[in-house]
């Protein structure tokens, strides 16, 4: 299967600042990497995503790059805010189904 | 539906006992899959339908933990003799079909087991 590893599991930020989430996967195939957002008690919510088409994505304040030939892609989030306090998964395919990564739990501190 | 929908969203059963978790998947989305999510944890893949396909049941842990679908809607997982290691999230995802898609979780079952 998809090996996905996620790195930091924890990081806090001023408000204001930027955060950087970086994910590797090793399949080589993988061609589709979405990221979610978690906020306690409730499901994963797709925040933004991308495919092996093109090198990054924004989203307003939410950006995520993909290197194929590293086979790593980041979730970069600037000017961040209280609301953006949570855990963020980073995935990857393998055949039908998504591997996560273990997910970073992201405080903002006003 | 909107969303993806589960219930119930909150269960609190004795060990030993069966239970029954159910999902139904946003209109029109072929493919649903089944996570857990134990407190503090990633999301653990446990099954994967598509249409009439037979299912992945891959990920599930033991023969204790079953899962149905009827076509392509309502989906039920089933644990049977629940243990305290089962607590948990039960995570319901659907996508439109199994072209890599983007799917779409539900909010959840949280199951304790005391």
């Known amino acids: 299967g998809e090996n996905v590893e996620q790195h930091p599991s924890t990081l806090s930020v001023q408000e204001g600042d930027s955060a950087v989430i970086k994910c590797t996967y090793s399949?080589?195939?993988?061609?589709?990497f979405p990221w979610y957002k978690q906020e306690l008690g409730k499901g994963p919510q797709l925040i933004i995503d991308?495919?092996?088409?093109?090198g990054e994505k924004k989203d307003q304040r939410i950006a995520v790059t993909l290197n194929k030939t590293a086979k790593h892609f980041s979730l970069h989030i600037t000017e961040t805010q209280p609301e953006d306090s949570a855990v963020y998964f980073c995935?990857?395919?393998?055949?039908?189904?998504?591997?996560f990564g273990t997910g970073t739990s992201l405080t903002v501190i006003p | 539906g909107a969303g993806v929908s589960q219930s119930p969203s909150n269960k609190v059963t004795e060990k030993g006992k069966d239970v029954e978790l159910r999902c139904d998947p946003i209109?029109?989305?072929?493919?649903l899959y089944w996570y857990r999510q134990r407190l503090g944890q990633g999301l653990e893949f446990l099954i994967y339908?598509?249409?009439?396909?037979?299912?992945?049941k891959s990920g599930l842990p033991s023969d204790r933990f079953s899962a149905e679908r009827t076509g392509e809607s309502v989906s039920t997982l089933t644990i049977q003799r629940t243990q305290q290691e089962d607590s948990a999230v039960y995570l319901c995802?659907?996508?439109?079909?199994?072209?890599?898609?983007?799917?779409?979780f539900g909010e959840g079952s949280w199951l304790t087991v005391v």
């Open positions: 995802a659907s996508s439109l079909n199994r072209d890599l898609n983007t799917i779409y």
């Open positions: 399949d080589s195939a993988s061609n589709y």
């Open positions: 991308i495919r092996s088409n093109v």
């Open positions: 995935a990857a395919p393998w055949k039908f189904q998504f591997y």
């Open positions: 209109s029109g989305h072929t493919a």
């Open positions: 339908f598509q249409g009439n396909s037979a299912p992945d």
